[in-house]
């Protein structure tokens, strides 16, 4: 530091009659480096002074001055060896020096108090001092006076009350910090700044409780609050430590959406008040702000421009917040990747990362310019607050949810995709963020966008018209109707007609006279049936009345009402009566179906969702429809058509059935084994026609083919059943045709086939099945397509019923049972029998009271001696047998089950498990359920071969689909949770062939239990209660007790 700039002249002047010039020098660096402490004073510069203390510059030398003005002299003293009478020192005129500025330093307080000192009396080495007061210091080398190398605790500081101090303890501040945004171009320090304008500078100061205001403060990089007036620091806490460093980051000027970007997670601390232009940012209002898209012609050919404005409550245009730059390449953040590529796939890594919730986008960030410009950006739209911004000027503030921000940016993306960005531009001055986006890309995800933003009100306009839903005024009239057919009117007004007539299917959009109407899935599937209805099916001139109306007369079949159920839940009203609403919403609820008596022969053989079938087509039978069955092959369609038959036999005067020439003896032996109905079999070249009382007549589809319009022209039919209809599954066939004119009150088609994987399949078989039930075929022939399905399906399904193999058999695939008998070594003979002697000689002298809970304590000592026993050595059978067989299993890629009762016996085997490293799983009665639940997820993805399972635990909610061997290794007391056990495994291993061993040691009381099983098996459910304490009930007798013990 260069002082003889920074000390006064007229103070170098003073001492030059004194000091050479050498000593001057070497006086003023010694006031710049070493430790000066005034201890006594007296007089004035104006007539005399004497002045003593210490200098300290490495060793403390005592130094004395004293001057008269009269006499024109100096007169010194000074300890060190430099000083003489004549020259003085340098420590001396230090200390001249020093006593000098003290009293420019008194005129100068006296003078003002309104600013910081001058530089040169704060470098003066009498203290350091701000240069301004309420500013970030960010060092503290930039204090006027400090050195190079300083740093706050080594400093002192010179107080505006003319005190020097040393760095104070910092303390814990009682008031708040106050931050203060003003016009950069306002303060004196920036006066000539280039760019200055539109940039904000924060100034702090503090405010006690009190709410007195401390304007002479210095925030000491984010460390310190320094009070120039008193002397005191205070420390910065976590948040105001964050704020100052996130200003420090990117510099102090800033615009003031900047600074509104990072003071917004703060603006809910008590500890800080937050100002814009001296005004508390909580009196200030800031406007909910708006934003519209606007679509239009585009100057790029085969484009459209896509443009969001603001807006405030008085529809005045804002300039777009910032955070829209995340968007935008042109002006935007975007244009800090190297290729168009690079932001396109930063795009895409984006959105999934929003999608999973994950940080994976970052990854994607490495080349670009705009990194943390990004990450900032980002970490803050995903926060959950308010984006604050001002205009251009400033004068006016707003917010926008960040909520609607992330709105707006994903559904943009996942609508319009990643490459919509290619021309993209955040236009300041226009106010409005526009893209150019291809027009068939744009129309293609208008809808789903429009849909999306809906919600947050935002409107779409095309063309300057607002896009729109399509929201019909459609209804039915409902006319007359008889036992077949019933005519409706189908009501419209003008809007509904255009829409109607204009409509493509292909399109999610339609351009009206209004403008453009969104339309969607549903919506195009009702425009499908409407289009059908007024093009296909009415009957009659279009009619319309004086107030625009337009009427369709339609004749529809009755099987049809659940079409027009379906339509009325998209609010289309007025085609069914109460009761026919009634019948549908039985349809669509199995669970509503009513249930009919079973035939006597078939109750005990039907299967429950045979029975569902059977009611199923019941049902359909008494209110007139149709019906497909297309359950999974083997799952006894011909079974449950059987038991309908049986059912109304008696109550119908024909029935024919239809079906390939392979299953003929198939339909005939079936009829004959479930039912007592004669069955009459036309066909064979000596076939001889039915006679007039014939009841059932099963026929191929070769000769139905043949004689549909001779040998069956004449007949009427109550019920007619096609098997394997999938034989006429071309609606064209003559097979098809030939059907059709057979006259029928009810269909049933049956099929193994899953017919709605094919639609033309589909829309035939169901038609077979319910003739009508699509109207005019015509239309469906030339439109069917996938997109066609939806409604199509909820219209028919309560007329076709599908069960899957999974769905309903449980006890799938195969299962296999064994009881493998062991015999006992001869030790383990030996201690059975000798213990099974002691238990008898007990019984023999026990009190008639005690008599049974002894015998059910013999039982398990018995039981437990068949799995395990352990005199000088532990000894097992079982173990033995179930360690043989698991290293053959195991070696073959099997995975085993081990059920048992005792968890002791569980740790036996646990124990041999782990002695041949087998990967295991355990579940007992002593886990918490996230422990039973993570064995099992172990079991399942491969992590364990063996599953030790105890009764209690694991005997019932298991899902373990890997198993293929079960090993039961002690026979249940309760044979109700054993086959509960066996239940859930042979479920649960539905996808393998399922074996399950029960290890049984023969002559034991395990052979005497099965045995007594299957010859009591009644009484002998009562024995198997849940708690063993509750075993007897009176039921057994004392002789079966015994019978065990023999």
Avoid at 517 to 535: A, P, R
Avoid at 962 to 990: C, H, K, T
């Amino acid at each position: 530091m260069n002082y003889n700039q920074l000390i006064p002249q007229n103070i170098i002047e003073a001492g030059g009659p004194f000091f050479s010039d050498q000593m001057a020098m070497q006086g003023k660096r010694v006031l710049e480096t070493a430790r000066i402490n005034i201890s006594f004073q007296k007089g004035n510069v104006d007539r005399y002074f004497i002045i003593s203390g210490i200098v300290n510059d490495g060793e403390q030398r005592r130094s004395k001055v004293s001057y008269k003005k009269e006499a024109g002299s100096v007169s010194s003293s000074c300890d060190c060896a430099q000083w003489s009478e004549e020259g003085h020192c340098a420590h001396t005129a230090a200390l001249f020096y020093k006593f000098h500025l003290n009293e420019a330093l008194k005129k100068e307080l006296g003078d003002s108090e309104s600013g910081p000192l001058r530089p040169e009396l704060s470098a003066s080495g009498q203290g350091v001092h701000a240069t301004h007061y309420g500013r970030i210091v960010p060092n503290a080398n930039k204090l006027e006076g400090a050195r190079p190398n300083s740093t706050y605790s080594s400093l002192q500081y010179l107080l505006t009350n003319r005190k020097v101090v040393h760095f104070p303890l910092a303390k814990t501040l009682s008031g708040k910090l106050r931050l203060d945004l003003v016009p950069a171009n306002g303060l004196d320090e920036y006066e000539n700044f280039p760019n200055i304008e539109g940039k904000f500078c924060p100034i702090f100061s503090i405010e006690n409780a009190e709410g007195n205001v401390k304007k002479k403060i210095s925030v000491f990089e984010s460390l310190y609050l320094f009070d120039w007036e008193t002397g005191d620091a205070f420390n910065t806490w976590p948040n105001a430590k964050d704020l100052i460093k996130n200003i420090q980051r990117e510099g102090i000027l800033r615009p003031l959406n900047d600074y509104l970007k990072i003071l917004s997670p703060y603006m809910d601390d008590d500890s800080l008040k937050i100002l814009i232009r001296h005004r508390p940012i909580n009196e200030i209002e800031f406007q909910d702000v708006s934003f519209r898209c606007l679509i239009h012609k585009s100057q790029r050919r085969s484009f459209l421009d896509f443009e969001i404005e603001f807006f405030d409550k008085k529809d005045r245009l804002v300039t777009p917040p910032p955070i829209f730059k995340l968007m935008t390449s042109e002006n935007g953040h975007l244009d800090g990747f190297r290729s168009k590529n690079d932001t396109y796939e930063f795009i895409d890594e984006l959105m999934l990362s929003i999608k999973f919730e994950n940080q994976n986008y970052k990854k994607s960030l490495y080349s670009c310019s705009k990194r943390q410009k990004i990450l900032d950006d980002m970490e803050f739209a995903n926060s959950d607050g308010d984006i604050l911004f001002a205009n251009d000027s400033a004068d006016s503030l707003y917010r926008l949810s960040t909520k609607k921000f992330m709105a707006i940016f994903t559904s943009f993306f996942e609508s319009f995709s990643s490459n919509s960005v290619r021309f993209s531009n955040f236009m300041a001055e226009s106010k409005k963020v526009q893209f150019q986006i291809p027009k068939n890309q744009l129309l293609g995800g208008i809808s789903q966008f429009h849909k999306d933003l809906s919600p947050f009100g935002v409107s779409v306009f095309y063309n300057q018209s607002e896009i729109k839903t399509w929201t019909s005024n459609i209804k039915f009239e409902r006319k007359q109707s008889n036992l077949d057919w019933f005519e409706v009117n189908l009501v419209l007004n003008s809007q509904d007609l255009e829409v109607i007539k204009n409509a493509e299917f292909n399109d999610d959009f339609l351009v009206t006279e209004q403008g453009l109407v969104l339309l969607d899935q549903k919506e195009k599937e009702l425009l499908k049936f409407m289009k059908k209805y007024t093009k296909h099916e009415a009957t009659g001139d279009e009619s319309s009345n004086a107030q625009g109306m337009n009427k369709f007369s339609l004749t529809l079949n009755r099987s049809r009402i659940f079409e027009l159920f379906e339509l009325k839940k998209h609010g289309i009203e007025g085609a069914l009566t109460e009761e026919e609403e009634k019948i549908c919403e039985r349809l669509l609820n199995m669970d509503k179906m009513p249930e009919y008596p079973l035939p006597d022969k078939l109750k005990d053989i039907a299967r429950p969702y045979q029975a569902t079938g059977y009611n199923w087509m019941r049902f359909l039978h008494e209110n007139k429809f149709g019906a497909c069955l297309a359950d999974d092959m083997g799952l006894g369609k011909t079974l449950q058509t059987i038991m309908f038959l049986q059912s109304i036999v008696d109550k119908v005067d024909r029935i024919l059935v239809v079906c390939p020439v392979s299953i003929l003896i198939n339909w005939q032996n079936e009829i004959a084994k479930f039912s007592d109905m004669d069955v009459h079999c036309y066909y064979g070249t000596d076939r001889e026609k039915p006679k007039e009382d014939t009841k059932i007549i099963l026929t191929s589809y070769g000769v139905m083919k043949k004689e549909a319009y001779t040998t069956f022209a004449d007949m009427k039919f109550d019920v007619l059943i096609m098997d394997e209809v999938q034989h006429l599954k071309n609606i064209r066939s003559q097979g098809a045709t030939a059907a059709r004119t057979l006259k029928a009150n009810f269909r049933i088609c049956l099929t193994g086939t899953h017919v709605e994987n094919d639609l033309s399949e589909f829309y035939n078989i169901m038609d077979l099945s319910i003739p009508g039930i699509w109207g005019e075929m015509s239309f469906f022939r030339s439109s069917s397509n996938k997109k066609s399905r939806l409604l199509a399906r909820q219209t028919v399904r309560p007329f076709i019923l599908r069960r899957t193999k999974e769905q309903v058999l449980t006890e799938l695939p195969e299962k296999e049972e064994n009881h493998v008998y062991l015999n006992f070594t001869d030790e383990e003979r030996e201690h059975y029998l000798s213990t099974l002697v002691n238990i008898k000689k007990r019984m023999e002298v026990a009190q008639k009271g005690r008599k049974y809970s002894e015998i059910l304590k013999s039982l398990l000592q018995l039981r437990q001696l068949c799995l395990w026993q352990k005199t000088q050595a532990m000894r097992s059978s079982k173990v033995d047998f179930l360690m043989e067989n698991l290293e053959v299993l195991l070696e073959e890629g099997h995975k085993v089950l081990v059920f048992s009762q005792f968890t002791t016996y569980l740790d036996i085997i646990q124990n041999k498990v782990r002695e041949r490293s087998y990967k295991h799983a355990r579940i007992d009665g002593s886990q918490t359920l996230k422990k039973r639940q993570a064995e099992v997820e172990r079991f399942q993805e491969g992590d364990a071969q063996v599953f030790l399972i105890s009764l209690k635990a694991g005997g019932v909610g298991l899902n373990l689909t890997a198993a293929s061997y079960i090993f039961l290794m002690d026979p249940w007391w309760n044979p109700a949770v054993e086959n509960q056990a066996i239940d859930r495994a042979y479920r649960i291993g539905q996808e393998n062939k399922l074996t399950v061993y029960r290890p049984i040691i023969k002559d034991s009381v395990e052979e005497k239990v099965l045995v007594l099983q299957n010859s009591k098996r009644e009484l002998f459910k009562d024995l198997m209660a849940a708690d063993e304490e509750s075993f007897f009930n009176g039921k057994l007798s004392m002789e079966d007790f015994q019978a065990l013990l023999e």
